[in-house]
């Protein structure tokens, strides 16, 4: 095998025309011969270029709408053959095959096709089969041939001398497999998900896009990267435009996205903030504005608030942005910033600010996934959410409008804390959140604690848990839970009901005088 291989014939077959021209210009003043197909032999004809037709090599026509070009003997031979094995040179003389010492091929945009919602039979049309055959074909025998299949790689042929070393074509065959495993990837996926219907297909394909190495994981002696997923899906921070600030670490994205996902559940809302810290939210509140949902946020836990990440539902100005940077904050996220916010951010050059443009769907479905030992959990989302008529009342005294409210509100936070969680919250704000405690009691008391110590921090008269209502994301199994709420002022709660001890939990309530309303639905968040 010789290290550097000259490029004497190139074939190019190409969906995206990105760069195709220039490209094909500087191959043809090397004296290379240009061997395309179709669509890309007319661009290249348009571009007044030399080119030579698939056809010519083969003998056969393209045919059956385009569907059988590439796949020939002149044209597998021309890219497999080893040019030192005595047999397969050999066999090219004999039966007059070409060697193909550069192959630039992309697919046709099945993904594309997919996204704008074409027909399945377009969609089908759009499963390339000649061109992943003539990348695979290139990519084993990278030995002799180059293969390339991103656009960003044409300036380095562009740049060299008309021959390619082992190094740089072992890179390209390495990048030229990854791109057929992740578009069939995706076709499979389709298949399974989209055209057949099946939840949980029996190979689950899963492919992504390297978006940035990160400097290390949750620790430092932990190694960390940031995927985005191939094809079709649905948009977070992973697309959104990062503004100013340092790099974004592991834990930055792993906590701006539970800060996005929660605030999202406001979307269609008034104005809301988010705190979260440590993938758990402090503090969450609605207001007139951003800037009073930002306040009340913040006072409900001000302790763990500093280095937290922000996110709210919508523009942030001037105002919003000075009560924010008034303390350290990792991550700011929004839907946008105006020119004063803008500036006002730019004096903390630490401070990432990421503007989503939207908020995703709350009620989008789709799977998540965890890793353990040995093979991965996959579930669908938790998209569950419930409206005043999914309550049943279970107490001898009915819920006030007000206490209802809160309660739905409590629960739409409940659903993105920790397990076991316990949120207290009165008049579209938290006033206390107990987060991923081995038992609910503990839960209860250690949200009671908190806004307890907001209310000394912040000179009020009482805690917020006074007055307020209490979601449990899972059932109470004792009484005891229960009855720290109580204790911390609580007068209306909401779980999901479904304990043995229901009975036992329901007479509790009653006794204490609160109204206990059941939603048949757990949020568990491990």
């Known amino acids: 095998m010789s290290d550097r291989v000259t490029i004497h014939r190139a074939l190019l077959s190409v969906s995206d025309k990105t760069g195709l021209v220039e490209l094909a210009t500087a191959l043809a003043a090397k004296g290379v011969d240009l061997v395309s197909t179709g669509g890309t032999a007319k661009a290249l004809r348009d571009a007044g270029l030399d080119v030579r037709d698939v056809s010519d090599l083969t003998g056969f026509p393209e045919m059956m709408d385009g569907r059988v070009k590439t796949l020939h ?14 047999s397969h040179v050999a066999a090219m003389e004999e039966h007059g095959i070409g060697a193909i010492d550069l192959a630039v091929v992309n697919l046709y945009p099945f993904a594309a ?30 030995a002799h041939v ?35 495993a992740a578009y069939d990837g995706m076709i499979a996926s389709w298949f399974g998900f989209a055209d057949q219907g099946k939840m949980f297909p029996d190979t689950l394909p899963m492919t992504g896009q390297l978006s940035s190495e990160l400097r290390y994981g949750e620790n430092p002696h932990q190694k960390a990267a940031f995927y985005v997923p191939h094809g079709p899906h649905a948009k977070g921070i992973g697309q959104a435009e990062q503004v100013q600030g340092k790099e974004l670490s592991y834990n930055n994205l792993n906590d701006a996205d539970a800060a996005l996902e929660l605030v999202a559940e406001f979307r269609d809302a008034g104005p809301a903030c988010v705190i979260v810290k440590h993938a758990n939210p402090c503090g969450v509140a609605t207001g007139a504005t951003i800037a009073e949902a930002y306040k009340a946020a913040f006072e409900c836990d001000s302790v763990s608030a500093f280095g937290g990440i922000i996110a709210v539902n919508g523009l942030i100005d001037g105002p919003t942005a000075e009560a924010i940077t008034d303390i350290f904050t990792e991550v700011v996220v929004a839907p946008d910033a105006d020119a004063d916010a803008r500036a006002i951010f730019a004096k903390k050059k630490n401070l990432r600010l990421l503007l989503t443009g939207e908020l995703p769907d709350p009620a989008r479905g789709g799977l998540t996934m965890k890793t ?3 093979g991965w959990l996959v579930q669908t ?39 076991n969680a316990i949120v207290y919250a009165k ?3 938290t006033a206390g959140i107990g987060a991923g405690q081995m038992n609910r009691r503990d839960s ?3 949200a009671a604690a908190k806004a307890k110590e907001a209310a000394e921090t912040f000179g009020w008269a009482q805690a917020r848990t006074i007055g307020s209502a209490v979601s449990s994301d899972a059932f109470f199994p004792f009484a005891d839970g ?44 491990h």
Do not use: C
Not at 119 to 124: A, L, N, Q, S, Y
Not at 498 to 523: C, K, N, Q, Y
């Open 146 to 180: 180059a293969i390339v299949t991103d656009p960003a790689d044409y300036a380095a042929i562009i740049a060299g001398d008309g021959s390619t070393d082992f190094a740089f074509r072992k890179m390209l065959a390495a990048k030229a497999f990854a791109h057929t």
């Open 444 to 446: 209860a008391r250690i």
């Open 482 to 525: 229960l009855l720290a709420a109580v204790e911390a002022g609580a007068t209306m709660v909401i779980q999901p009901g479904g304990s043995m001890r229901d009975e036992e939990v329901i007479a509790a309530a009653d006794e204490a005088g609160l109204a206990m309303v059941f939603t048949g639905m757990r949020h568990f968040r």
């Open 73 to 86: 003997p002149m044209v597998h031979g021309g890219l497999l053959a080893v040019r030192d094995e005595a």
């Open 372 to 374: 353990i030992a040995g």
């Open 427 to 429: 008049d579209g704000v």
């Open 113 to 142: 096709t997919v996204a704008r919602g074409a027909e399945r039979d377009d969609i089908i049309e759009n499963i390339d089969i000649g061109g992943p055959a003539m990348v695979r074909s290139a990519a084993k025998n990278h």
């Open 381 to 419: 989302r938790d998209n569950g959410r419930i409206g005043r008529d999914d309550l049943k009342v279970v107490t001898k005294r009915q819920p006030t409008a007000q206490e209802l409210d809160d309660a739905l509100f409590a629960w739409t936070i409940a659903k993105h804390v920790k397990s």
